[in-house]
């Protein structure tokens, strides 16, 4: 009896408490505290999507079996696409298919553009394709074989024949955005039409080496196989992307998925509407970036000024009729800076098609200003990579350079023959490199070495020679060529002075 005295006590002091404390804030003139309300986006996305999915559209890419097989073949050769993104590719990959009509090239997604029917998407989601099946939300299907691409971006437009008015989406401006913004990627995952998931901005202008020309916003918004060509969008309801791949151990999602830049589609859109082709500047040229500020340096570059190498100026290209050489240092393009290899071929693409431009480079460290009219960019630049030197069979009479941790031999005209140079050059073939030793970095075997700082190199003894004669600590500067034509300067150094 006692316990429940004490427990009723405590009860009632508690609430006369309360009161008390309700009493002088209504006294004082208070309100009670509210929590701060919650911004709708936060709790739902309901909105956007409503306005959102209506444009968005699944692609299903038919193809005959010749068109099959061609598909097969790239993608099982094209060595552009890195390992770890091969995997998601798999899924756009041709059926077996035992009829002559058409078959089942791949399945992705897109969105509409453009009310009378224009629809964005990816190359790869309608590569080889002699027709598509377009299915919008509402059910309605369409088949056209109305299809441009440009798979230098990995972009493709396909046109709906109709009357009516569909619904449509509107490119945002993809610069705006920043890391850490929300956005939705919406499309058909496996087949699940209609498929929204969420995330943030995770990157900005990342390149991966699977198209020639890119700008990739990274999303942790799940996208998998069936997503691509879907739209990637703000909480504004525009699009800043156009899904396109995802970085994937096993194929599935596992946070790292890639989004075209909207700004980079808009220009490729906009060309593909007008001419069904994408035209683009042409110079003519194979480059090495100078990041290597020692390397830049020795090049003629000044502090904080910035260049690319030529290494190669193909023979006919614009670049050459316009006077520019191998070893010169482009430095801008109608005074358009050029920091590195992305910028000048972005800054040359974009330039105006039989006009001439004022190039700067810098030769033997000299500025020189060159007229170079700029062509239009032949259709295969890109398809292919250079290969590295075939490395030759160890050679009897190599010469030690223990210096660099090399090994070489002279260019004789059966060593030549066997790894590709032309005839009349001249110089020490790299014929081993040993690990960790000074150039282990910059040399491979079968490169050709043609120049120590300024003194030529004929054979393996002079280039042993004129390494003896030089300072490795100061860093040698190494003429070099591959057996495909291309020349390049490599910087070798050492901070040990029993190197000298």
């Given at each position: ?5 004490s427990?009723a006590?405590v009860l ?12 002088r ?11 701060p309300a919650?911004p ?6 309901r909105?956007i999507v409503?306005?959102v999915?209506p444009a968005v559209?699944s692609i299903?890419s038919?193809?005959?079996p010749?068109?099959r097989?061609?598909r097969r073949g790239?993608s099982?050769l094209d ?7 091969r ?5 756009f990959q041709?059926?077996q298919?035992?009829e ?5 090239l791949?399945f992705g997604?897109?969105?509409l ?5 224009v629809i964005l998407?990816n190359?790869h989601?309608v590569?080889g394709a002699?027709?598509?099946t377009?299915?919008?939300?509402d059910?309605r299907?369409?088949t ?5 691409t440009?798979?230098k ?5 396909v046109?709906?024949?109709t009357?009516d008015?569909l619904p449509?989406?509107?490119?945002g401006d993809s610069?705006r ?18 498929s929204v998931?969420h995330?943030?901005?995770s ?6 080496r699977m198209n ?5 916003l ?8 069936g997503?691509s060509?879907g739209p990637?969008?703000?909480?504004e309801g ?14 599935g ?5 890639l989004a075209?830049?909207?700004n980079?589609?808009?220009?490729v859109?906009q060309q593909l ?7 683009r500047g042409y ?11 020692a390397?830049?340096e ?6 904080g ?7 190669r ?13 191998e070893?010169?240092?482009?430095t801008?393009?109608n005074?358009?800076a050029?920091?590195?290899?992305r ?6 693409a974009r330039?105006?098609?039989g006009?001439?431009v004022?190039v700067r480079v810098l030769?033997d460290?000299?500025?020189?200003l060159l007229?170079?009219v700029?062509?239009?960019?032949p259709?295969n630049l890109?398809s292919s ?12 009479e190599?010469?030690g350079?223990s210096?660099?941790?090399?090994e070489a031999?002279?260019?004789?005209a059966d060593?030549a023959?066997r790894?590709?140079?032309g005839e009349?050059?001249?110089g ?15 040399l ?5 070495i ?6 030529p190199?004929?054979s393996a003894n002079a280039?042993?020679s004129?390494?003896?004669a030089?300072?490795?600590s100061?860093?040698?500067l190494?003429?070099v060529?591959?057996?495909?034509g291309?020349?390049s300067?490599v910087l070798?150094?050492?901070?040990s002075?029993?190197?000298?």
């Open positions: 009896m006692m316990k429940r005295l427990v006590v009632v002091l508690s609430g006369a408490l309360l009161g008390t404390v309700a009493t804030s209504f006294l004082q003139g208070q309100q009670p505290l509210t929590p919650t709708k986006e936060l709790t739902s996305y909105d409503k306005g999915l559209v299903e038919k193809g005959k010749a068109a097989e061609r790239r099982q060595p552009r696409i890195p390992e770890e993104f995997r998601f590719f798999e899924d041709p059926q298919d035992s002559d009509g058409p078959g089942r791949g997604s897109g969105f553009v453009d009310p009378k029917g998407t190359n989601v590569d002699d027709e598509v377009v299915e919008l939300q059910g299907k369409f056209t074989k109305n299809i441009k440009d798979s971006t990995d972009l493709a437009l046109r709906l024949d009357k008015n449509y989406l509107e490119l610069d955005m920043d890391i850490g913004d929300r956005v939705l990627a919406i499309g058909a995952p496996f087949g699940l039409v209609g998931t995330g943030i901005v990157g900005k202008g990342r390149s991966l020639m020309y890119e700008d990739f990274q999303t942790d918004a799940a996208i998998n196989p997503n060509g990637l969008i703000s909480l525009k699009v800043i992307g156009i899904n396109s791949a995802i970085k994937t151990r096993n194929g999602f596992q946070g790292v998925g075209i830049s909207s980079l589609a808009k220009d859109m509407l007008k001419n069904g082709v994408v035209k110079l003519g040229v194979q480059i090495k970036d100078l990041s290597e500020p390397l830049a020795r090049l003629g570059l000044k502090k000024e910035q260049g690319v190498l030529v290494t100026a193909f023979e006919g290209a614009p670049a050459v009729k316009g006077g520019v050489k070893g010169d240092v482009i801008s393009i005074s358009v050029i920091h590195d290899g910028d000048l071929q972005w800054v040359v330039l105006p098609l006009k001439p004022k030769r460290g000299k500025p020189t007229d170079v700029i062509e239009e960019q259709e890109g990579r250079v290969p590295l030197p075939k490395a030759p069979e160890r050679e009897p190599s010469v350079i210096k660099l941790g090399i031999a002279d260019l004789t060593l023959e790894l590709g140079y009349k050059l001249k020490a073939v790299v014929t081993s490199v040993k690990r960790d030793s000074p150039a282990a970095s910059d491979v075997p079968g490169l050709l043609t120049k120590v700082d300024a003194t190199v004929r280039l042993r004129a390494v003896e030089a300072s490795l100061k860093g040698l190494l003429k060529q591959s057996p495909q291309g020349m300067f070798v150094k050492s901070e002075s029993r190197d000298e």
